[in-house]
């Protein structure tokens, strides 16, 4: 299944090769993918994943359209105003998508943002966060990523993103062992480039303290290791508490939940422990993000 996994995922980014050589001197990030599966466990096709993710700031989004046209990906087949829509609902765009015969398409998806459309918290400027994005070589070709401390960084918001989604939650087995046990090995396997200083540090300046003690906690549900109830300990705060047992993004939609861990993490229909405590607000926006995505 890996072998098969690496022959699909190298074929993917040799066809994307021009795509990222034309985007050597831009500002962006590979995210997720074959970079995470390297960082985190040491090699490729270790997870288990379809797209390419591209962190990059909005005022450098444009040079990207035309580079992925360029290398002939076409956007997802959406009336403008819906493409309007997913930009400002959201902390991406709809994704842009090249035919690959045999080998199934190969999907770009493009974050502007390291946050979710719902956050109600101080921005992180993206441009910046990228400043010190590096070369990494996948099946050969060159592409820009993340250092393993805001990989880090992206990950866990990203999971709590995932983890807390009324939209996700309705519509997709999302609570999964998988996305924490990326958290972990990431951690492991890279543990003198995220240390606890350095985490918390930025965490601090990102106003991020609850959802990295969040995703640790749950992390530690899994993995009881040391190093995991350290960081878990250094990053509890009174508000990551109180996220522990709710979802929702934000405030206004925040609900409590009605089963405990253990049970979210074993069930593949999310939908059916939340659907009660739903109101005609969750519902009509989880009908418009299925339009939309």
């Given at each position: 299944?890996?072998?098969?996994?690496?022959?699909?995922?190298?074929?993917?980014?040799?066809?994307?090769?021009?795509?990222?050589?034309?985007l050597l001197?831009?500002?962006?990030?590979?995210?997720?993918?074959?970079?995470?599966?390297?960082?985190?466990?040491?090699?490729?096709?270790?997870?288990?994943?379809?797209?390419?993710?591209?962190?990059?700031?909005?005022?450098?989004?444009?040079?990207?359209?035309?580079?992925?046209?360029?290398?002939?990906?076409?956007?997802?087949?959406?009336?403008?105003?819906?493409?309007?829509?997913?930009?400002?609902?959201?902390?991406q765009?709809?994704?842009?998508?090249?035919?690959?015969?045999?080998?199934?398409?190969?999907?770009?998806?493009?974050?502007?943002?390291i946050?979710?459309?719902?956050?109600?918290?101080?921005?992180?400027?993206?441009?910046?966060?990228?400043?010190?994005?590096?070369?990494?070589?996948?099946?050969?070709?060159?592409?820009?990523?993340?250092?393993?401390?805001?990989?880090?960084?992206?990950?866990v918001?990203?999971?709590?993103?995932?983890?807390?989604?009324?939209?996700?939650?309705?519509?997709?087995?999302?609570?999964?062992r998988?996305?924490?046990?990326?958290?972990?090995?990431?951690?492991?396997?890279?543990?003198?480039?995220?240390?606890?200083?350095?985490?918390?540090?930025?965490?601090?300046?990102?106003?991020?303290?609850?959802?990295?003690?969040?995703?640790?906690?749950?992390?530690?549900e899994i993995?009881?290791?040391?190093?995991?109830?350290?960081?878990?300990?250094a990053?509890?705060?009174?508000?990551?508490?109180?996220?522990?047992?709710?979802?929702?993004?934000?405030?206004?939609?925040?609900?409590?939940?009605?089963?405990?861990?253990?049970?979210?993490?074993?069930?593949?229909n999310?939908?059916?422990?939340?659907?009660?405590?739903?109101?005609?607000?969750?519902?009509?926006?989880?009908?418009f993000?299925?339009?939309?995505?």
């Amino acid at each position: 299944m890996v072998n098969l996994r690496k022959a699909i995922l190298s074929k993917r980014f040799r066809n994307t090769e021009n795509l990222f050589s034309s985007l050597l001197d831009e500002p962006y990030a590979v995210i997720k993918g074959e970079p995470l599966s390297l960082l985190a466990y040491g090699k490729t096709a270790m997870r288990h994943v379809g797209d390419i993710d591209i962190l990059i700031s909005r005022d450098n989004m444009g040079n990207l359209l035309k580079c992925l046209d360029m290398d002939g990906f076409e956007p997802s087949k959406v009336t403008r105003e819906e493409q309007i829509s997913a930009i400002l609902c959201s902390h991406q765009i709809l994704p842009f998508t090249k035919r690959l015969p045999g080998y199934g398409d190969v999907t770009v998806d493009i974050n502007f943002d390291i946050f979710w459309g719902e956050y109600e918290g101080k921005r992180v400027d993206i441009n910046s966060f990228l400043s010190d994005a590096l070369y990494k070589e996948i099946y050969g070709v060159a592409i820009k990523t993340l250092p393993p401390l805001k990989n880090m960084v992206q990950l866990v918001l990203h999971h709590y993103k995932d983890m807390n989604s009324i939209f996700l939650l309705s519509t997709r087995k999302i609570i999964k062992r998988d996305m924490l046990r990326d958290v972990y090995f990431l951690l492991k396997n890279n543990v003198n480039d995220i240390t606890l200083d350095k985490l918390y540090t930025i965490s601090a300046e990102y106003e991020i303290l609850p959802y990295m003690f969040y995703i640790f906690f749950y992390v530690g549900e899994i993995f009881h290791d040391e190093i995991i109830d350290k960081y878990t300990n250094a990053f509890r705060t009174r508000k990551g508490e109180e996220l522990l047992d709710c979802y929702g993004l934000c405030e206004k939609e925040r609900k409590k939940w009605r089963y405990n861990f253990e049970t979210r993490l074993a069930s593949n229909n999310i939908y059916d422990l939340i659907k009660e405590d739903l109101t005609a607000i969750d519902k009509e926006k989880i009908a418009f993000n299925k339009h939309i995505f």
